[in-house]
């Protein structure tokens, strides 16, 4: 039983140390040392203590400090381990509001406060298993059911192949923990079966390096390099190329509103130059406010999020494709319908920034004539804004890539593959998701995903964040 303790407990540690402020990694940790007590309490009933007793290593106050121990960690695995896996199918399924996880992880606790007091403990541990089962069992039924409705919702490529571990490494051990440390003990009486748990644990430990290491497990991606080194030439890189992209974007309309200037002043009649000239100084003025926020700030994202007005906002973002004529060159049509009413909590320049990549790839998904469509959804918790296209669309098997730095469908080598790289980041930053559909050869919707309560009806009046 020692490689029990021992590999789940390294599971825990490498959880912790990777990602140690999101609750559901924390979570998963926790269920990872719970479970983990109970080959630490039998390590030492069967090797530790007769090992000490055959070499006359033991003294009484020896012998009852590992008893203690050993009492502790029986009772954590038993009690401890259904309390946080449920917690952990809470947290990482997001489908209860944060302020109710936090008043249900007291009161999920509490069933383990009689679970003390029924439990023999004199001379040794001996849990009452029949109370144990009416409460543990629906604690991880529960948790199983929660995780795999919110696998089977999720949209996110990405988010969905970090799932994969829990749902198809961890599910048959939570299964074997139910059927041999409590059904077994509270309605047979059998307590052997538990020593198969070595063979579930290796499979269990074997996963999660393997699946780890190719898409994340439990939420976390396993790196075997240098992560400070690695960490700051990412957020250089990351900073840097963003700018790249945006100079790159904002260069190319400066230039057709350039070519648009220059043909009109070629003639004499009719010249109204407002339009274009307007055009210029939004390009520009967007261009300066992008360098200065990531000039200083290549580390993370900052957010500066006041109210504004998503119908103006996505129409002048729209206004700057049609002016440049990248939609009339392409017989492209774009199409908004946002209600005049709704203001958006948000950072004007990233949302701006994340409009014109998803227009201007949209644009460039469609040869000769397409429509894009850009409106709004309100669900329960969660305000949307779809773009969608009627372009080429990406392959099935090709979805989950988009997402990733420097991946771009394009071939042109024109294109650095960032863009929605850096929208994906900006929508996390504000504890939303950007979630892509698409078909090939009928086009392809973007999803952004805001928290409902970024969303206001009425009239604009609260600085949010500075």
């Known amino acids: 039983m020692i490689f029990v303790f021992i590999a789940l407990w390294t599971i825990a540690a490498v959880l912790l140390i990777n990602d140690p402020k999101t609750k559901s990694t924390r979570w998963a940790a926790l269920t990872a040392f719970a479970g983990g007590g109970g080959g630490l309490s039998r390590t030492i009933t069967e090797n530790v203590l007769p090992y000490m007793h055959k070499y006359d290593l033991s003294t009484p106050t020896i012998d009852q400090i590992l008893l203690t121990i050993q009492k502790i960690g029986s009772f954590m695995n038993h009690s401890g381990t259904p309390y946080c896996f449920l917690?952990?199918?809470l947290t990482v399924s997001q489908l209860i509001p944060a302020k109710r996880v936090k008043i249900l992880s007291y009161l999920l606790a509490i069933p383990i406060i009689p679970s003390i007091l029924v439990s023999k403990w004199s001379p040794v541990l001996v849990p009452n298993f029949k109370f144990l089962f009416f409460w543990c069992v629906p604690y991880f039924l529960i948790s199983i059911g929660i995780i795999t409705y919110s696998f089977i919702k999720e949209k996110n490529p990405i988010i969905r192949q970090e799932k994969i571990f829990t749902?198809?490494?961890v599910f048959p051990l939570i299964i074997f923990q139910i059927l041999v440390n409590y059904t077994l003990k509270a309605f047979f009486y059998n307590d052997h079966a538990w020593r198969f748990m070595p063979v579930m644990i290796a499979f269990?430990?074997?996963g999660f390096i393997v699946l780890g290491t190719k898409y994340g497990s439990l939420g976390i991606k396993l790196r075997?390099?240098?992560?400070?080194?690695?960490?700051?030439?990412?957020?250089?890189v990351s900073g840097t190329s963003i700018l790249n992209h945006t100079l790159k974007n904002e260069l190319l309309k400066i230039s057709l509103f350039s070519d648009n200037i220059r043909n009109l002043t070629k003639k004499h009649e009719g010249i109204d130059l407002d339009q274009h000239l307007l055009g210029l100084d939004h390009s520009v003025e967007h261009l300066k406010e992008m360098v200065m926020r990531i000039h200083g700030h290549?580390?993370?994202i900052v957010l500066q999020e006041i109210e504004e007005h998503l119908n103006i906002l996505v129409n002048e973002c729209s206004e700057q494709f049609v002016l440049s004529n990248c939609t009339a060159a392409n017989n492209i049509r774009i199409n908004v319908d946002i209600p005049e009413d709704i203001y958006l909590v948000c950072d004007r320049v990233h949302l701006v920034e994340i409009l014109n990549n998803l227009i201007r790839n949209a644009i460039e998904s469609m040869k000769n004539v397409g429509e894009i469509k850009i409106y709004t959804l309100t669900g329960k918790k969660n305000f949307s804004i779809y773009v969608q296209d009627s372009g080429s669309g990406i392959p099935k098997d090709k979805i989950h890539l988009v997402l990733h730095p420097f991946y771009s469908t394009k071939?042109?080598?024109k294109n650095f593959g960032l863009g929605l790289s850096y929208c994906f980041n900006v929508m996390q930053k504000i504890r939303g998701n950007l979630i892509v559909l698409s078909e090939v050869d009928k086009g392809t919707t973007i999803i952004?995903?805001?928290p409902k309560s970024k969303m206001v009806i009425g009239k604009a009046s609260t600085m949010i964040g500075g």
């Open 167 to 169: 749902v198809t490494v």
């Open 204 to 206: 269990v430990f074997t």
């Open 87 to 89: 917690m952990y199918g």
């Open 448 to 450: 952004l995903d805001f």
């Open 411 to 413: 071939k042109t080598g």
């Open 224 to 236: 075997f390099e240098r992560q400070s080194l690695g960490r700051t030439m990412t957020s250089l």
């Open 298 to 300: 290549t580390q993370e």
